[in-house]
């Protein structure tokens, strides 16, 4: 088969008859912004044995790929409204997979109100190589940014944090001995990995926070390295206590067994919960709209004056800053 066919039989469909692909009839889409709307454009790219595994199921993969673009929209306060696909075949345009990966995205656009706009398909790039541009809108002047927090503004998270980073290590089988030894571990193991193959991107929570947050970002890197990144373009200082931050119950219990897996739920990457900053006279209203929206928050630190990242143990002393290291995932 190839791209024509190939973009007929299994990539049409996400795209829909109408605008603003026209059933990928056309070079390109048409796209006409919702009234009194700022549009948002975020890009992820993945790569086999990079970002995923080269067994890793196809729809998965795909699903993955869509929501952690719907994560980078969510952090931004923008309601997602479609995406284009790049989709590099290792050697051959393989029918069986891309039937697969729309699979998924067909999935994934049914819960989350949006369509495929349009893209590209090649073969021969030597592993599987995605890229995905998803494109949200949000109220003109009401995007949310890592620039904004203050001095005083409390620091949320939301979810749990870490159940990815202990996923990929049940995957690589690298968790502690003391791990495996739990009562049930087979089903916490099991709901570790499906969180590190589906994130849960909060999109919900990202637009009702639009007008309350005062700075955002979604935890892709790892806590500790994205709350950095909230520091350094707010010209500011945080404070954070380890032992607010939340954990699943499969978390909770891995790190009682395990106890230095604390670094690796601090630093670990692939959560894509929401962390974000607020004035304390918020905090009624932000645990209202976490509710509306179904999602729990944490208050887990303080935004001070300064800069940097200051992190307090359980026992109540300063983790030492070289104990994080670059404290998350480095882009290379």
């Given at each position: 088969?190839?791209?024509?066919?190939?973009?007929?039989?299994?990539?049409?469909?996400?795209?829909?008859?109408?605008?603003?692909?026209?059933?990928?009839g056309d070079d390109a889409a048409v796209l006409a912004p919702p009234a009194g709307c700022d549009l948002v454009f975020t890009k992820d790219m993945m790569v086999s044995g990079r970002h995923f595994f080269a067994d890793d199921p196809a729809d998965l993969v795909a699903r993955k790929l869509l929501r952690v673009n719907l994560s980078?929209?969510?952090?931004?306060?923008?309601?997602?409204?479609?995406?284009?696909?790049?989709?590099?075949?290792?050697?051959?345009?393989?029918?069986?997979?891309?039937?697969?990966?729309?699979?998924?995205?067909?999935?994934?656009?049914?819960?989350?109100?949006?369509?495929?706009?349009?893209?590209?398909?090649?073969?021969?790039a030597g592993s599987l190589i995605l890229s995905l541009t998803a494109i949200g809108a949000v109220g003109q002047g009401r995007a949310l940014r890592r620039k904004g927090a203050q001095p005083g503004d409390d620091v949320y998270v939301s979810g749990a944090i870490g159940e990815a980073?202990?996923?990929?290590?049940?995957?690589?089988?690298?968790?502690?001995?003391a791990v495996a030894r739990i009562p049930d571990f087979a089903a916490?193991?099991?709901?570790?990995?499906?969180?590190?193959?589906?994130?849960?991107?909060?999109?919900?929570?990202?637009?009702?926070?639009?007008?309350?947050?005062?700075?955002?970002?979604?935890?892709?890197?790892?806590?500790?390295?994205?709350?950095?990144?909230?520091?350094?373009?707010s010209d500011c200082a945080m404070e954070i206590e380890a032992g607010q931050v939340p954990l699943s119950d499969g978390g909770r219990m891995?790190?009682?067994?395990?106890?230095?897996?604390?670094m690796d739920i601090l630093t670990g990457g692939d959560d894509y919960e929401l962390a974000f900053t607020a004035a304390t006279d918020e905090a009624d209203q932000l645990a209202a709209l976490a509710h509306e929206a179904g999602v729990a928050i944490s208050r887990i630190g303080r935004v001070?004056?300064?800069?940097?990242?200051?992190?307090?143990?359980?026992?109540?002393?300063p983790l030492p800053r070289d104990a994080w290291g670059a404290g998350g995932f480095q882009h290379q």
């Open positions: 088969m190839d791209e024509f066919g190939l973009i007929k039989s299994c990539f049409a469909a996400l795209a829909g008859a109408g605008a603003p692909a026209y059933g990928l980078d929209l969510a952090a931004m306060g923008a309601r997602p409204l479609g995406y284009l696909l790049g989709f590099a075949f290792p050697d051959h345009l393989d029918e069986a997979l891309a039937r697969d990966f729309c699979r998924g995205l067909a999935q994934d656009q049914a819960e989350f109100g949006l369509r495929l706009y349009g893209g590209d398909t090649v073969s021969g980073a202990l996923g990929l290590k049940a995957l690589l089988g690298t968790l502690p001995p916490i193991k099991d709901a570790l990995i499906n969180r590190y193959h589906l994130p849960r991107p909060r999109v919900a929570l990202g637009m009702a926070l639009a007008g309350h947050a005062s700075a955002a970002i979604d935890i892709s890197d790892g806590l500790l390295a994205d709350l950095g990144h909230i520091c350094e373009q891995a790190v009682h067994h395990a106890p230095e897996l604390w001070k004056p300064g800069a940097g990242l200051a992190v307090i143990a359980h026992d109540g002393t």
